[in-house]
């Protein structure tokens, strides 16, 4: 261990490990929660803040740090992690850097002309690159984003993010216009939801003020719009963003996308913009796996400074996914449901959470399954294209309540139901609607599979 003392090296080591994590694991896992306790004879010894800090730590990272180390030390050495109390353990000192203020990017708080600018573009603080972990269903949308913000309008133009829900496409999109914000609070950025898009196009032409809301749309270096699925089927908002995005593009400006699949996928786009959206870097983010779904959690719950112990927490990795809105939601509840009763978190208290959350997290198997048990039916009989009169109330009940209840648009019903056109469903429901105004024995069939769906 020639020339670096300990706590330089570990300083060193660490220095490297800032750069290659997300700001959001290096927190959660390194900084202030580890130490080089010894460097003798080529054994190195780091200490770890807690038993699961050192599993996690060693399991994950050992190999890019002895890397380091034994690149630094320009030596092989066997690394020892052990569990150190928290208290033994220093902050990082950390040296400010005054210089270069810019320097810091993601882990400091917005200043007042940053909080400003995020405001008025609509963006949620909470969505930065600092609290989003990344595994290996993100890192490629993740690392892109990242890039896009240092170098923007070329590379990655457009840039398409897609993946299903609550895989982090909002979050992605926020962070990488508030680290554009970050670098120059003067950015002209607009973050829109592409319903948001069309609304205003509709307003616009009912308003006839067509020219501001080009003047909106177009007078902008970055422009980013979430959920670009909701413009297939809507032939004038596609004429016109068909023509924001070549004005936009052909003048190099940043066009960032997210869609819920890829965009070949969507029916009812239109040739031409597809190809657009693709034209450019697309990247998908997958499903978080149960390591990402743990470390997610643990970061949560550290930010909300609960006590959980870690079989809980592995318990409800496991159990819910793959939304990550739905392991916040469980979360959530749990916190709730800990904090109004006094009780510590423990496994029934999780158990009975996962259960409430799962059913709350897909109504369509909820109902599904509700209306099939009260008939003695299963839920394929429902999606079957059986005909006879013992499964179409039943179907058509479920159909009614997905709509009620469910909120769901009348062809994703359809689709539910094996791709059945939608007339039919909207045909369902209202003779349901009808026999639930009547108010006689099918009405309380109804209610009753309402009441066993959708409360436990
Ligand atoms: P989507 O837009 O893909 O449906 P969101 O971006 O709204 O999903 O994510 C759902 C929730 O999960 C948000 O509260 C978001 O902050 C959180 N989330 C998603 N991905 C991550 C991540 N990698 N790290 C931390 N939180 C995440
Ligand atoms: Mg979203």
């Known amino acids: 261990m020639a020339t670096l003392d300990k706590n330089s090296l570990w300083e060193s080591v660490l220095a490297e490990l800032q750069i290659s994590l997300s700001g959001a694991n290096f927190q959660t896992w390194f900084k202030g929660k580890t130490q080089m306790l010894s460097a003798n004879n080529g054994t190195v010894e780091i200490g ?8 996690w730590i060693e399991e994950r990272y050992l ?26 353990l220093k902050p990082p000192a950390r040296k400010r850097n005054q210089e270069n203020p810019t320097v810091p990017l993601f882990e400091e708080a917005a200043s007042p002309s940053i909080k400003e600018a995020l405001e008025t573009a609509n963006l949620n603080q909470r969505y930065s690159f600092s609290n989003f972990i990344v595994g290996g269903s993100n890192q490629l949308a993740y690392a892109v984003a990242k890039a896009v ?103 190099g400006k940043q066009i960032i996308l997210s869609c819920d699949r890829r965009p070949e996928e ?36 550290k930010n909300a400074r609960l006590e959980i112990d870690f079989p809980i927490i592995r318990c409800l990795a496991e159990s819910l996914g793959p939304s990550i809105r739905e392991l916040e939601g469980a979360l959530l509840r749990i916190a709730a449901v800990s904090n109004l009763t006094g009780k510590r978190i423990d496994l029934p208290l999780v158990k009975t959470t996962v259960e409430l959350e799962r059913k709350k997290g897909s109504p369509k198997t909820v109902v599904l399954e509700a209306a099939a048990s009260f008939f003695s039916l299963t839920p394929a009989d429902l999606k079957s294209q059986q005909r006879s009169k013992e499964y179409v109330l039943p179907r ?37 609607e009808k026999l639930v105004e009547k108010g006689g024995e099918a009405a309380t069939i109804v209610e009753e599979i309402r009441r066993k769906a959708f409360t436990s």
């Open 149 to 251: 913000v240092e170098e923007p309008f070329e590379q990655y133009n457009p840039l398409l993010i897609y993946g299903g829900v609550g895989v982090g496409k909002t979050h992605l999109l926020q962070a990488t216009a508030q680290a554009v914000f970050l670098r120059r609070a003067q950015t002209r950025l607009l973050y829109c939801s592409s319903e948001t898009f069309t609304n205003d196009m509709v307003e616009a032409i009912q308003k006839r003020q067509t020219f501001d809301f080009r003047a909106k749309y177009r007078n902008v270096d970055f422009l980013l719009v979430d959920d670009v699925q909701f413009i297939a089927g809507r032939e004038s908002t596609q004429e016109e963003f068909f023509h924001t995005f070549n004005d936009l593009y052909s003048r």
């Open 48 to 55: 770890c803040a807690s038993a699961y800090n050192k599993v």
């Open 396 to 432: 058509q009940i479920a159909m009614y309540l997905l709509r009620h209840e469910a909120r769901l648009a009348f062809k994703e019903i359809a689709d539910y139901f094996g791709g059945k056109d939608h007339t039919t469903v909207i045909y369902s429901v209202n003779k349901v």
């Open 63 to 88: 190999g890019k740090i002895k890397e380091i180390i034994d690149r630094l030390t320009n030596s092989s050495n066997t690394l020892v992690f052990t569990i150190t109390p928290q208290n033994l």
């Open 266 to 301: 969507l029916a009812n786009l239109q040739e031409r913009i597809k190809n657009r959206f693709i034209g450019g870097m697309v990247a998908k983010i997958d499903p978080p796996d149960l390591e990402l779904r743990e470390a997610i959690l643990l970061a949560k719950i």
